[in-house]
């Protein structure tokens, strides 16, 4: 019986393994879930390295971000992100003429400005000398155009960056089907009217159906919602503590927008409308009316509902960042030193979501910390459920041991120091931004909080995950 039972387990599904591995380890956060932050006063050591340069954030800034379809819907991606290159602008005075390089992320790219970063360079005023360009890498857009910037700093090239990001989902490109697309392109080079009456000819109905983008794996097809909701039930996660989860993330970022905490947002005059001055998507509700909503992706009996999940955003961030020797030579105190990063792949059907559990472990011990020495956690938010079953994953020993070939586990942050001032899930999430914001409201929590160690995770499409590590800047 128990060679049968062995051999059972072995040829399981993951998910099925993870399900029978945690659901005898039931996740209890509900009393944890409204803790408040913990005052930090603790000195440790820098992580400065000999003979490399300290790498520093001056400011960054972000405009409101806001559900799709709404006051920025009648804009393009490019309009946003020099919305945003222009509030850093104005926040840090920096001159335009010093910035060495601008790099800015995003996902679903506007066709007319591929390369938005330079369109929105040249909208705020940049000289036309100072070289741009996108990166795309799915939720983490943001933080490869940050890292990118610091190795460009760190290798010499340049000691001022503008790193930043844009998505606009209120008007994402739709194509016509490929039959269609192949119609028109014959005809273009079609020479004679036989030759375009012949093409006409073969044309059906069915080539005007347009193709809609999907947020869905390409590789295994299935949208980020559904393998939220597979993450979820692996890891024995409930829909209560999925609700409890995004109650905690509204509420905590309702506190922070009215008292002033957020700190980032530069108001946004909209062209033609209302200056706007604070994110849209905040609304703490009740678990009661979050408990009413069907499942929105695994029907009927699914878990993750549109209450628990982060929503579509449009939005746009930009950040300072320089060599420090740089920045004081130019007089600003910096807020932040960015340290150690990583970035991490795992299999994209069953670990789409995992990216900070195996991105954690790694930037600790690359960076010579434990979880015990970050004093501030700011994690994406791309559904509850993923959280918290990262969390499961990452207190985990036997998830370690059996998927990530280490011996012990990392350990699962504690509640009172993880993402205090809300998340994507209450914030917001433009794709290409959000990394962005994470290391802004990290730096920010540091100077508030007293805190040395920030952490900054967050997991991508095609099962990707990056983290860092950022340090406070003296004071």
């Known amino acids: 019986m128990t060679s049968i039972l062995t051999y059972t387990f072995k040829n399981l599904p993951n998910t099925s393994k993870w399900a029978l591995q945690f659901s005898v380890r039931p996740l209890s956060c509900s009393s944890q879930l409204r803790a408040a932050p913990a ?10 390295k000999p003979n490399m340069r300290n790498i520093v ?9 806001l559900q799709s379809g709404t006051s920025y819907k009648d804009l393009m991606p490019h309009d946003l992100a020099r919305a945003a290159l222009s509030g850093l602008l104005h926040r840090t005075n920096v001159p335009k003429d010093i910035v060495d390089y601008i790099i800015f992320g995003t996902v679903i790219q506007e066709v007319k400005t591929s390369n938005v970063a330079r369109e929105a360079a040249l909208g705020a005023g940049f ?9 795309t890498m799915a939720c983490i857009s943001a933080n490869q155009a940050m890292t ?4 460009l700093i760190a290798s010499g090239q ?7 990001g844009v998505e606009l989902m ?12 192949k119609m028109m392109l014959e005809l273009n080079k079609a020479k004679t009217l036989g030759q375009r009456l012949s093409l006409f000819s073969k044309f059906r109905l069915n080539f005007l159906a347009p193709e809609l983008p999907a947020v869905a794996e390409f590789s295994t097809s299935e949208t980020m919602g559904h393998s939220a909701d597979r993450l979820a039930a692996a890891f024995a996660v409930s829909r209560q503590d999925q609700d409890e989860y995004a109650l905690r993330s509204h509420s905590l970022a309702k506190k922070a927008q009215d008292e002033g905490l957020l700190s980032d947002v530069v108001p946004f005059k909209v062209p033609g409308k209302d200056t706007v001055t604070k994110d849209n998507g905040i609304r703490p509700s009740s678990l009661e009316q979050m408990a009413k909503l069907k499942p929105a992706f695994i029907k009927p009996y699914g878990t993750v509902t549109a209450a628990n999940s982060s929503f579509l955003t449009d939005g746009a961030s930009a950040m300072l960042i320089m060599a420090e020797e740089k920045a004081l030579a130019m007089g600003y105190k910096p807020k932040a030193y960015l340290r150690d990063f990583v970035y991490v792949s795992q299999d994209p059907k069953d670990q789409l979501l995992l990216g900070p559990t195996y991105a954690t472990p790694k930037v600790l011990e690359k960076a010579g910390l434990t979880m015990n020495d970050i004093d501030a956690f700011e994690f994406h938010e791309a559904f509850s459920g993923q959280i918290l079953a990262n969390f499961k994953a990452m207190d985990s020993d036997w998830f370690a041991q059996n998927y990530m070939g280490r011996k012990t586990k990392v350990g699962s942050p504690p509640l009172e120091k993880f993402n205090n001032w809300g998340g994507s899930l209450s914030l917001g999430h433009p794709f290409g931004a959000t990394g962005c914001r994470l290391v802004m409201a990290a730096a920010n929590r540091l100077r508030k909080e007293g805190g040395q160690y920030g952490l900054v995770a967050a997991c991508a499409a095609g099962g990707q995950g990056h ?8 004071k």
């Not at 954030?57 to 971000?65: M, S």
């Not at 340049?158 to 930043?164: F, M, N, P, T």
């Not at 860092?468 to 003296?474: D, F, L, T």
């Open 127 to 135: 000289s036309d000398k100072t070289p741009a360009h996108t990166v």
């Open 57 to 65: 954030v001056v400011d960054g800034v972000r405009i409101p971000f």
């Open 148 to 151: 990118t910037g610091i190795g």
């Open 467 to 474: 983290a860092m590590i950022v340090e406070a800047y003296p």
């Open 158 to 164: 340049s000691d001022v960056i503008v790193a930043g």
């Open 170 to 181: 209120s008007d994402v490109p739709i194509r016509h089907s490929r039959k269609m697309r």
């Open 39 to 48: 005052a930090q006063t603790k000195s440790k050591k820098t992580l400065a």
